[in-house]
């Protein structure tokens, strides 16, 4: 087993309140860690038919057979037993009694919400960061290979490849899940969907052009688009504005959590080919910004990533927002040489953020890191193994 480096936080949030909650992907290793966390804690499956149906049909009784401390693996497949776990909660007051999972996050958080409200701790679990898979002496040796098979688990621990994987990874889970969440008749048109998006990816976000090239209304690509974020598919990067309302108002670029998936739905046959694909430059912002939130979430911190853009083009890959009037900027290239004018972005920000302290660095796809004066710029393996959770939690 690859050690998870949420299991820390995971431990000490079990000490604190009486249910934690870990949400995520699915086959991101959920089941796997906590069971390892906590191997004296009853484990109970709510993907298994009969145990759903008991825990449905009569979840007093249910609870009374597994009473805690007990996981309960894909809470939302029965989301009646969080009143009843409230119930219980507040009759006893201990910590550690309730270990949750779930893999859809609106679900899981809407029914947590109501009934958990103030009484639990919430995690997130994404695929392998580089550090884990590093510290195993897992990580591919080249940024195209480690980019081609993205973070799933099941990679690493079965040596299946890539294409085996995510065949059935989107077959067997996403759209499944599409199908009980939104009833998505038309599962074609979800398959295109789903592979425009990744088309998309690293792009600010128009709705009703994705609905048109996918012969839906944009009512549909935003229902659609929701559920991919809810599933830990892909997510929005929001543009970074002082104003709020200009952060909420203005139309944010969309991200694949692993690109792994990504290449898949690109239609990627194997790593060679990104050394050369038109979307290398994407895949691999994709890969830099979900490093930090891998980073951001295995501390149990929310999410503070940003992308600037001014009206003229002038513009920030990503920005980190710290607080006490810090910042974080970062430019991204795929690129193996570096050249000045891939700065040119970091300096300009930095001239208008005066009142601010700003940090710059640029993540680039070669072999070695270095300092200048107007950024550190950081090599993509030293960035994934070292580098990323400083730059993510401060």
Known sequence: M????????????????????????????KTTLVRATFPKYKYVSLENLDTREFAVSDPRLFLSKYPSPVI??????????????????????????????????????ESVSQSLAGRVALLNLLPFSAEELAKERRLPSSLEENLFRGGYPRLYNKKLSPEEFFSGYVSTYVERDIRQILKVSDLHKFQIFLKMCAARCGQLINLSSLGNDCGIN????????????TCYIAYLLPPHFQNMGK?????????????GLLCHLLGIQNSKE?????????IFESWVLGELMKN?????RRNNLYFWRDHVGHEVDCLIDNGFNKMTAIEIKSSVTLYEEQLKGLKYFKTLATKKSVNNFLIYAGQESMKRTSAETIDWKTFGTKTAGKLAIG
């Open 247 to 259: 952060r909420l108002m203005k139309s944010p670029k969309l991200y694949f959590y692993d690109t």
């Open 218 to 229: 944009h009512g549909t690509a935003k229902a659609w688009l929701s559920i991919l974020q």
């Open 274 to 282: 990104l050394t050369v694909h038109p979307m290398r430059g994407y």
């Open 296 to 300: 951001l979430f295995n501390n149990g």
């Open 72 to 109: 309960f693996d894909e809470i939302q497949r029965a989301p009646s037993l969080l009143s009843y776990i409230q119930t219980i909660v507040d009759e006893e007051k201990r910590e550690g009694m309730y270990i949750l999972t779930g893999s859809n996050n609106l679900m899981l958080l």
């Open 2 to 29: 690859i050690k998870r480096t949420l299991e820390k936080k995971l431990k000490a949030l079990a000490k604190k309140s009486p249910v934690v909650t870990v949400t995520g992907p699915r086959q991101s290793g």
